[in-house]
């Protein structure tokens, strides 16, 4: 039974070179494919034919060991063009034979890993009334050579084992494309048939979703690409935990009737190997927004997922005014001239002969130059993926204006200082500038928005010859959301003084929600009480107080003075700590957290002692001037047994360094605590 057992392998790589160093990053010497191995593994001098095999940690020691190999070899004569699917058919007919009723087969199907078809046949052989070996095995052709990863054991052992092995298999990851031509590998529905069925659904359509966990953001791409095939791909972007990840693959029609379309992918990170995600299938109805779909594993690894994907619009023409920041009156514009998307030759021709002065012009095709009055010379080149536009000048900011398209119809501007050369972000062409000129506010009102990519913000930037920079922002509405509220008008009142009239959701409609005012003092913006009482049912966002602040020298200190607020329930302290919301939205915050941790038997706070403080930096803030953390969690030990966590949600769990202390922006509303041999640091 052993050698028939160990046979299969051998029948698996049939039609079925290399070697590489060992780490928990494995790629081949000859740079075709890499793969993550699991972490505490053993691994075994490679062979030829298997480059990789590894035994899990105290494996026992059998005729048939558990073990993760990787074998690779040569199609045999008369199947140099096979596809997969022929050879796993043949493949399956020799072991149905070989091993007859001793064979069961749990799963056989064909899987898209990192844009590539491999065939997943999952099957077990008894051995004996008490034994049992068990297989997982994942088969592909590429250029036509063979790989099979395979992961196998006696079940209790392979049981115990299988993630770590699963999550290495599906890291795997070719460098190269493949050339060959294989005649049964065209997938369910052949190119012709796509790219004809798919052309009502070209676009790109884009989920969101924030949690107290983190963000996630799906965007499905439909469309020709530049040979004429069809091209459907998804990407997932994911921030949690303090990091960003990426996953991507193209999508695999299923079947297309009328409105719906299924499709099929497997995604793995490109970044981390442990936030392997698998295939998912995605059942998408057209609708007047985008899709209403459903997301689901057909191997049962995740429950489905009712999810609404929006279409994402092309840029929208914007209107070439700029508006003051006093009353009404036209900024002191040399010259903003067609602004267009797209922009053409001619478009910027024109504005470069009306508002150019001589200091700027297109020297090459791809190359924008300008000529500081310093002489100093700005070059801007496109370089395929950013192209540069020149649209005019303005006076008041003493700089010109550039239109910027990047990827994905992402529109943007950019200016460029006329004395220093001097290059910045500029937000908005529609912004306020204070009267010295110094600052510049600009907002954005999304409440209910379907853009589920924009946020309700106001933001407030500095002003000189170095550039524009953010001094200050508040999200006040997250993405697509109808809580919060959004600023409907801001207003100058002065130069260290902002007026702001909010809205919110009332009822299902839009509706005046008082006002605040933002206001500079002791070298920071921040927000002060609101002065008017919302509409009644309006969810509003708390905003700050007039208090002495308090704040910790470093992170680990306001961990400190936090948890010692906690303990001693003192609100006032806690209240310090945090740079926006109202003291009766602070205070409730306050109990709920101490309440929730009643219900977790915490029931004697003299007996909580502070561990730890962890947290991320913001990956979002690209001002080297300001020190920004997320996910700032404090961690704690209660008696002897228990390990406890103080957390908030993405946009609460932030600390900024201001005025040489770190104070939370709103505060940490959840937590909890499990025993100390369930978690892992």
């Given at each position: 039974m052993f050698a028939r057992i160990s046979g299969i392998l051998l029948l698996l790589g049939l039609y079925v070179s290399a070697s590489a160093q060992s780490s928990t990053y494995f790629k081949s010497s000859d740079n075709l494919y890499h793969i993550y191995l699991p972490g505490g593994w053993t691994k075994q001098a490679s062979t030829k034919g298997m480059p990789?095999?590894?035994?899990?940690?105290?494996?026992?020691?059998?005729?048939?060991?558990?073990?993760?190999?990787?074998?690779?070899?040569?199609l045999a004569a008369g199947y140099e063009k096979a596809g997969i699917r022929e050879i796993a058919k043949a493949e399956e007919a020799i072991m149905k034979q070989q091993f007859g009723q001793t064979l069961t087969i749990t799963s056989n199907e064909f899987r898209i890993i990192n844009n590539k078809e491999w065939w997943h046949f999952v099957f077990s052989v008894k051995a004996s009334k008490k034994l049992s070996y068990r297989f997982n095995i994942f088969k592909?052709?590429?250029?036509?050579?063979t790989y099979t990863l395979s992961y196998r054991g006696e079940e209790g052992e392979y049981y115990a084992n299988q993630q770590p092995a699963i999550n290495a298999i599906w890291s795997f990851m070719f460098y190269t494309s493949d050339d060959t031509e294989y005649k049964d590998s065209q997938g369910a529905i052949d190119n012709a048939t796509a790219l004809r069925q798919l052309q009502p659904f070209s676009g790109t359509y884009v989920f969101f979703i924030e949690d107290n966990s983190g963000r996630v953001k799906q965007t499905i791409t439909i469309g020709d690409s530049a040979q004429g095939k069809y091209k459907a791909m998804e990407r997932r972007e994911i921030f949690r935990n303090g990091k960003n990840n990426l996953f991507e693959a193209a999508l695999r029609p299923e079947s297309i009737e009328g409105d719906v379309i299924t499709l099929s992918t497997d995604a793995v990170s490109i970044f981390d190997n442990t936030l392997n995600l698998r295939k998912a299938s995605y059942k998408l109805q057209k609708n007047s927004e985008g899709f209403a779909a459903v997301m689901w594993a057909r191997d049962s690894?995740?429950?489905?997922?009712?999810?609404?994907?929006?279409?994402?619009?092309?840029?929208?023409?914007?209107k070439a005014q700029v508006v003051p920041a006093t009353a009404g009156v036209k900024n002191e514009v040399d010259g903003l001239g067609v602004i267009k998307d797209p922009m053409t030759a001619a478009d910027e021709a024109d504005n470069l002969k009306?508002?150019?002065?001589?200091?700027?012009?297109?020297?090459?095709?791809?190359?924008?130059?300008?000529?500081?009055?310093?002489?100093?010379?700005?070059?801007?080149?496109?370089d395929g993926s950013t192209s540069y536009k020149f649209l005019g000048s303005v006076k008041e900011l003493n700089s010109y204006v550039i239109q910027r398209l990047e990827e994905e119809d992402?529109?943007?501007?950019?200016?460029?200082?006329?004395?220093?050369?001097?290059?910045?972000?500029?937000?908005?062409?529609?912004y306020r500038l204070s009267p010295d000129k110094k600052w510049m506010v600009v907002y954005n009102n999304a409440l209910s928005a379907q853009d589920l990519e924009s946020a309700s913000f106001i933001r407030i930037l500095s002003v000189s010859d170095a550039g524009i920079k953010e001094s200050y922002e508040v999200t006040t509405a997250e993405p697509g959301s109808k809580k919060g509220w959004a600023p409907?008008?801001?207003?100058?009142?002065?130069?260290?003084?902002?007026?702001?009239e909010k809205e919110a959701i009332v009822s299902g409609k839009k509706g005046a929600a008082g006002k605040t005012s933002l206001n500079f003092n002791n070298g920071k913006w921040v927000m002060a009480a609101a002065q008017q009482q919302p509409v009644p049912g309006a969810t509003l966002v708390p905003s700050v107080t007039d208090r002495v602040m308090k704040g910790g020298k470093t992170p680990d200190e306001l961990g400190r003075i936090l948890l010692a607020a906690m303990k001693s329930n003192d609100v006032k302290t806690w209240y310090a700590c945090i740079m926006e919301g109202s003291l009766e939205e602070v205070t409730a915050s306050f109990k709920k957290v101490r309440e929730h941790f009643t219900t977790q038997g915490l029931s004697d706070w003299s007996k909580v002692q502070f561990s730890r403080v962890t947290y991320s930096k913001d990956s979002y803030n690209t001002d080297p001037e300001r020190s920004?953390?997320?996910?700032?969690n404090i961690e704690f030990t209660y008696e002897k047994d228990f390990i406890g966590l103080l957390k908030g949600s993405v946009n609460s769990a932030r600390i900024e360094l201001i005025g040489g202390k770190y104070y939370l922006l709103r505060g940490l509303n959840d937590g909890g605590m499990m025993r100390?041999?369930?978690y892992n640091r």
């Open positions: 990789l095999s590894l035994q899990p940690p105290d494996s026992k020691k059998t005729d048939f060991p558990t073990a993760l190999t990787l074998e690779t070899g040569s592909t052709i590429h250029n036509q050579v690894t995740f429950k489905s997922m009712d999810m609404v994907f929006v279409k994402q619009k092309s840029p929208v023409q914007t009306r508002f150019g002065n001589g200091k700027v012009s297109r020297a090459l095709p791809n190359e924008l130059k300008l000529v500081t009055s310093g002489n100093k010379t700005v070059s801007l080149k496109d992402v529109l943007s501007y950019i200016v460029v200082n006329k004395t220093t050369g001097a290059v910045s972000d500029l937000p908005a062409l529609d409907a008008s801001v207003k100058w009142a002065g130069n260290s003084s902002i007026e702001v920004i953390f997320t996910f700032y100390k041999g369930q």
